[in-house]
């Protein structure tokens, strides 16, 4: 009797490890990150699909109604737009690296002037101009790629704008506080900003603009 009684007290112990690994095993894999190679199939996905533009569009459209309907002709009216992928998609060199990116390999890409324009925001410029809005162009690209990407820009349709402001070389402050130090500078020039355009969420950080509106960019985040 007492040896069936091991027996039975060895089973349920078995039973009880069992059953502690395999509850173990499923905690540890259900923290574990979604795996890159598959977010990244996501990402590309949808940067090369209709939704993306169509998600751009959304809020192109929501631009031009509320300047539309806050326009204030006592006022120098303004907008602020960003540059890489609100104005003018990399899209072509980002996936040549596989959502990747390298300062040498980037700064190549501009100086290439190859980024074609983003239609939405080009259709949403040339209405505000349009308008008689005054524009300003605030990229945290670097002072010495001015002469391509002045070239990109207005080859890829964006002409008479009211200014370029280009991050300073070997400047090292952070997006955020550089273009809400330049819209500073636009107020003090006696400019009221009513809509700022971006795509990361340090192209608005500051204040210094009636209105945010943010564009989709999953591929990257600038801080």
Same mark, same amino acid.
């Given at each position: 009797?007492?040896?069936?009684?091991?027996?039975?007290?060895?089973?349920?112990?078995?039973?009880?490890?069992?059953?502690?690994?395999?509850?173990?095993?499923?905690?540890?894999?259900?923290?574990?990150?979604?795996?890159?190679?598959?977010?990244?199939?996501?990402?590309?996905?949808?940067?090369?699909?209709?939704? @993306?533009?169509?998600?751009?569009?959304?809020?192109?459209?929501?631009?031009?109604?509320?300047?539309?309907?806050?326009?204030?002709?006592?006022?120098?009216?303004?907008?602020?737009?960003?540059?890489?992928?609100?104005?003018?998609?990399?899209?072509?060199?980002?996936?040549?690296?596989?959502?990747? @990116?390298?300062?040498?390999?980037?700064?190549?890409?501009?100086?290439?002037?190859?980024?074609?324009?983003?239609?939405?925001?080009?259709?949403?410029?040339?209405?505000?101009?349009?308008?008689?809005?005054?524009?300003?162009?605030?990229?945290?690209?670097?002072?010495?790629?001015?002469?391509?990407?002045?070239?990109?820009?207005?080859?890829?349709?964006?002409?008479?704008?009211?200014?370029?402001?280009?991050?300073?070389?070997?400047?090292?402050?952070?997006?955020?506080?550089?273009?809400?130090?330049?819209?500073?500078?636009?107020?003090?020039?006696?400019?009221?900003?009513?809509?700022?355009?971006?795509?990361?969420?340090?192209?608005?950080?500051?204040?210094?603009?009636?209105?945010?509106?943010?564009?989709?960019?999953?591929?990257?985040?600038?801080?």
């Amino acid at each position: 009797m007492s040896i069936h009684r091991t027996k039975a007290a060895l089973v349920l112990f078995l039973l009880i490890m069992f059953a502690a690994t395999t509850l173990s095993l499923v905690n540890t894999k259900s923290h574990e990150p979604r795996n890159l190679a598959l977010c990244k199939q996501e990402v590309k996905e949808y940067v090369t699909s209709e939704q @993306y533009m169509e998600d751009i569009s959304k809020v192109t459209s929501e631009a031009e109604q509320y300047i539309g309907e806050h326009l204030d002709s006592s006022r120098q009216n303004a907008i602020v737009l960003d540059i890489d992928e609100t104005s003018l998609s990399h899209l072509q060199y980002e996936l040549s690296l596989d959502l990747g @990116y390298s300062v040498s390999t980037y700064r190549e890409w501009i100086k290439k002037a190859q980024a074609s324009p983003i239609l939405p925001t080009l259709l949403l410029y040339k209405w505000v101009k349009s308008k008689n809005l005054a524009v300003f162009f605030i990229t945290g690209i670097t002072e010495d790629l001015r002469a391509p990407l002045t070239v990109n820009l207005t080859q890829a349709g964006y002409v008479r704008w009211d200014s370029l402001y280009m991050r300073p070389e070997n400047s090292h402050e952070p997006a955020s506080v550089y273009k809400s130090r330049v819209r500073k500078e636009i107020t003090e020039r006696g400019y009221y900003i009513i809509a700022n355009i971006g795509d990361q969420e340090s192209d608005f950080a500051g204040g210094y603009a009636e209105k945010a509106l943010k564009l989709p960019n999953p591929m990257y985040m600038v801080k």
